[in-house]
């Protein structure tokens, strides 16, 4: 009897010794660091080299004058003097700063309005479709009654990006708190934690996936909101990116436009690439990212 338990505690141990050597293998088999970068970055670059070449033959076609559609070296030679002339500088400023305003006011709004109808029942029922319909109305159908509120300024401006970014931080809010299990919360109160403890302890914490999910996408909804208010809200004593944007519209100079709606995807990008960095830490802390594959 003692031998056959003998015998199956080391076949346990042999068994746990194997996996473990696996895991190790297979660690140690994963791709480099250089090879992970490259993976992640030549289909970004493939997919620019097709959009430059499907620019240039759609160029080449005739479809439209040079005036109106100029060929990708015309406008990358003007997006370089762009890149070293102040007035790209200046632009970025002001809208970097109207960004960071607006979007951080609609962060705070969406958690404490995604938080109080997320836990409160009659709250829920009274706002909870409001949110989602508040959501999915267009950003640029606010200009109207904001211009009406605050007249061509910076109010009118940071009123549309807060209305249009915080309703999805709120609804990130509430599908996380949804989505924490049932057995999580009791084990939190079992363990001393109530009110602000349980909230931040367990609640934000479990939740933290979807709302970072809520916070990219109110980012999208506020930068769109600010492109769309910097183009009809033009501040004359103010330069921002729409504000150039529309300058060059105005003035039939469509390699600085097209430099311009370049640098607006760039920021965009760099913005996604850093939620996406987040994003990834966070699937790491809670243990659903591939170490291998990462």
Not at 241 to 264: C, D, F, K, S, W
């Amino acid at each position: 009897m003692a031998s056959d338990t003998v015998t199956a505690s080391a076949r346990t141990d042999a068994e746990i010794s194997g996996l473990d050597a696996l895991e190790v293998a297979g660690r140690e088999k994963g791709p480099s660091r250089l090879r992970r970068i490259w993976s992640a970055t030549w289909p970004k670059i493939a997919a620019l080299a097709l959009t430059v070449a499907i620019w240039q033959v759609v160029v080449w076609s005739g479809w439209k004058d040079p005036w109106a559609l100029p060929g990708p070296a015309v406008v990358f030679a003007d997006l370089g003097d762009y890149l070293v002339s102040a007035s790209l500088w200046d632009g970025l400023a002001t809208t970097a700063r109207r960004a960071v305003v607006g979007f951080s006011v609609a962060v705070a709004v969406g958690l404490l309005l995604g938080l109080a109808v997320a836990r409160v029942k009659v709250l829920r029922a009274a706002l909870g479709s409001m949110i989602t319909a508040l959501q999915t109305m267009p950003s640029i159908a606010w200009f109207p009654l904001a211009i009406l509120l605050f007249q061509l300024s910076e109010q009118a401006i940071f009123f549309v990006v807060v209305l249009g970014a915080a309703p999805s931080v709120a609804n990130g809010v509430i599908h996380g708190v949804d989505y924490v299990p049932p057995l999580l919360i009791r084990a939190g109160r079992n363990l001393g934690a109530r009110g602000l403890n349980l909230y931040r302890y367990v609640i934000a914490p479990a939740a933290l996936p979807a709302i970072v999910a809520g916070l990219k996408q109110g980012w999208a909804f506020a930068w769109r909101s600010l492109m769309a208010g910097e183009l009809l809200v033009v501040i004359a004593t103010r330069t921002s990116i729409g504000a150039q944007l529309t300058y060059a519209r105005e003035l039939n100079e469509a390699p600085r436009l097209m430099a311009i709606m370049i640098v607006i995807l760039v920021v965009g990008l760099l913005v996604d690439a850093a939620f996406g960095a987040a994003d990834k830490a966070i699937r790491r802390r809670w243990g659903v990212l591939d170490q291998a594959g990462n």
